[in-house]
């Protein structure tokens, strides 16, 4: 084989050898078998340096080395070739960053001497990692300024790979391309798939404020204000057309790569959340006129429009800044806001790319922005109709004091409800619920379970009894509901509501309760201490199991109830700092052996929360209801709830004995007219003269019809509160019913006098038995009025009777 031949082969196996080396990917860890001649002899090329040329003789030599210096003088891209040391021995001038620089500032330079704005570590770890091994590095960006231009920043992409000479010698060879351009069109897009995946994440108007300018600093400006209009913050309906420039505008979000406000170290011209105006004309007020957004470039501080606003102007000059952006935050044609954009540390000012850039953020923050204004009116609505369908004040009763806090949630008003509903016999019962879901539909929702409610209490049913047929009335309501479910209620896996129903006895100074899938009460004595009052919960309502335990306690008079929601409980209890000298704080009058709630904490978060509301009960001897209430807020909500949440505060009290006054009657239809004297005697002793005369008409017909109609033993009852209250209680199941008689009848007539003469009547059913109550409006003069010397309810006379003597006496 002659020597021209061996050569050919020679280069046909260095040119295999290289298209087999990096030929995908970033790195290729493969090393190539052929080896180049030797690089020796005189400077040659374009861009200068020293030219290594490979070693030999003759014609091919001459070609190798102009085909050498063809590459080095008409690549496209910066070619660099560097020794072991990594210093330029030969390069062009391609690249945009040498052009203007000597060669001698170059060659026998390392990269990072005569390009220091790049990152000098990643280079040469990248750099004699590849010269080592033979790797190859592919197409690796990196960023920097050049001193021949440093006012802009430049992206190049690197690639590296290793050559070997004849004589072992090992060199670097960088292929540098300029992508700036290209690179930043992918920031660009980079910025939009970041704005599009974080903006809209809070449905809250400042939320969103906040995201759109963390987006845009630092990736795309030094610094970013956002200022909105008063409507999407509120929820209020927009106003299409332009802004008078004069319109107050709030600081909705700051951020800057100095600092964010309004926590950090600058917080910008105007306080986070303050009102303020742009003074006009300037360009921001040009925005809000028109709806177009401004690029402002090459700001000096003598600018006119800056005298319009000088405070603006002394800030935006003292930050140095060089170039703005100012965008309207339009949606529907309506002006949301402005968003800002400031330019001061980096040395590049905006051009038109970034103008539309920032109008795309701005287009996207305002959707972002509107979604939270619509909802915040749309809970505005749903908060409206809730705080409409719940009591409106505590009611004012001689069972019980109540007080109550409800507090709507961040995702939205639910369906928590509460109810307080004055019975007979001046009982008070107590309920407290939560309807799945959350918005309109679900204050609507409970509306209608809390109306339900309300009309079987006021039938006097036992607490099971009426849950039962408010779960009936509930599967009703689930299957209406089936096509418009409230939000998160898409299935009712767990029933249509939870109920807690409750009613408190305060002559006899019980409480009877059940539960439809609702916690129980935590219940505190008048001295603080914890009362167990265990309720089993059932199911929820709407799930037809229609099986509910009730449960009866004896309570003392001063006792503190506590019903809430699940939302009182969703955060972790704030727990009381321990004392300097250990002891475990107690108030006035409390045992040391008791000890402190905070010492025997229960384990579980549910019991743990619990036990910290009893702590905050036990100091209900001390502290009005109302406070209470604002202190249990303050120990289990250290931050605002995501759900609704409610918390009734109920302080037992008792009638007193004089204001009962109770007698058992023969089943004689002569005790009729001696039962008929009692009763006056009794109004007599409290000052009741003038309802004499009605009561007679009333203790007369409720009488007659439990002889004629009932069992005994009959027993007649006066109660003295806010209402006269007259009872007539019976063995019997039959019930009475009101019925307009003829002129013929005979008889018929007796419900439909006392629903003339009394304010209300109705029946209530016992287990054994029932009463027939009618309850009569106490004249305002007479309500506080005495006789001296009047005989106490309590020793009631003995009656005479046919049969024998009926006694008197108290229940």
Known sequence: MSDGEQEERRGDGEQDGMRRNGVDGHRDDRHSDGEGGDVSGPADGAGGGAVPRPAGSGQGDHVDAALLDALFAQAPIGLYLLDDELRVIRYNSAARGVRDMASTDIVGHRPAEFAPGFDRVELEVLARQALQDGGYVREHLVRGRMPADPGHEMVGAVSLFRIVSDTGRRYLVAAVEDVTERQCALDRLDILHSAHRRLGVSLDAIGSAQELAEVAVPRFADSATVDLLDEPLRGLPLRPGPIDPGAPLRRAAYRSVRGTGPAGPSAGPVPHGALSTYGAPTPYSRTLEDGRARLIRGLGGEEEWLAADPERGRRLTGLGVHSMIVAPLVVHDAVLGVLALYRHRRPEPFDQDDLELAVELASRGAVAIDKARSYARERSIATTLQRQLLPREPVELSAVRSAH??????????????????????????????????????????????????????????????????????????????????????????????????????????????????????????????????????????????????????????SVLALYTNGLMSGPPRRTPP????????????????????????????????????????????????????????????????????????????????????????????????????????????????????????????????????????????????????????????????????????????????????????????????????????????????????PAASAAPVVPGPAGLAEGGGE
């Open 405 to 558: 806090v409800y507090l709507p949630g961040v995702v939205g008003p639910g369906g928590d409800w509460y109810d307080v509903v004055p019975l007979s016999a001046a009982r008070v019962g107590l309920a407290i619920g939560s309807v799945t879901g959350t918005g309109i539909e679900a204050a609507a929702l409970m509306g209608q379970v809390r109306t339900a409610l309300r009309t079987l209490a006021v039938q006097d049913l036992p607490p099971d009894e009426l849950l039962v047929r408010l779960d009936d009335a509930a599967r009703v309501l689930t299957d209406e509901q089936r096509g418009s479910l409230p939000a998160g209620a898409s299935t009712l896996p767990d029933g249509l509501a939870s109920c807690l129903y409750l009613v408190y006895d305060p002559i006899a100074r019980t409480c009877t309760a059940a539960s439809a899938g609702h916690p129980g009460p935590v219940v505190v004595g008048p001295d603080g201490v914890p009362v167990p009052f265990p309720v089993e919960p059932g199911l929820p309502l709407g799930c037809g199991d229609g099986c509910y335990e009730m449960r009866v306690a004896e309570l003392p008079v001063g």
């Open 579 to 790: 004392r300097a000298d250990g002891a475990a704080e107690r108030g006035p009058g409390r045992s040391a052996e008791r000890g402190g709630l905070d010492e025997t904490l229960p384990a579980g978060p549910g019991e743990g929360r619990r036990a910290a509301l009893q702590r905050v009960l036990a100091r209900a001897g001390e502290e009005e209801l109302a406070q209470l209430c604002d202190q249990a807020v303050y120990a289990l909500l250290p931050e605002r709830q995501r759900e609704d949440a409610v918390l009734l505060l109920v302080r037992t009290l008792e009638l007193p004995e004089d204001k009962v006054a109770v007698w058992t009657l023969p089943e004689d239809p002569a005790v009729v007219r001696t039962a008929r004297r009692l009763a006056e005697h009794q109004l007599a002793a409290w000052g009741l003269e003038e309802l004499e005369f009605a009561t007679g008409l009333i203790v007369s017909e409720l009488v007659t019809n439990a002889i004629r109609y009932g069992k005994s033993p009959i027993r007649l009852r006066l109660i003295n509160d806010r209402g006269l209250i007259c009872e007539v209680s019976d063995s019997s199941d039959s019930t009475p019913h009101l019925r307009r008689a003829k002129s013929t009848d005979e008889g018929g007539r007796g419900l439909f006098i006392i629903g003339q003469l009394a304010q209300r009547w109705g029946t209530r059913f016992a287990r054994h038995g029932k009463t027939i109550w009618a309850q009569q409006e106490v004249p305002e003069a007479s309500e506080t009025s005495e006789v001296p010397g009047a």
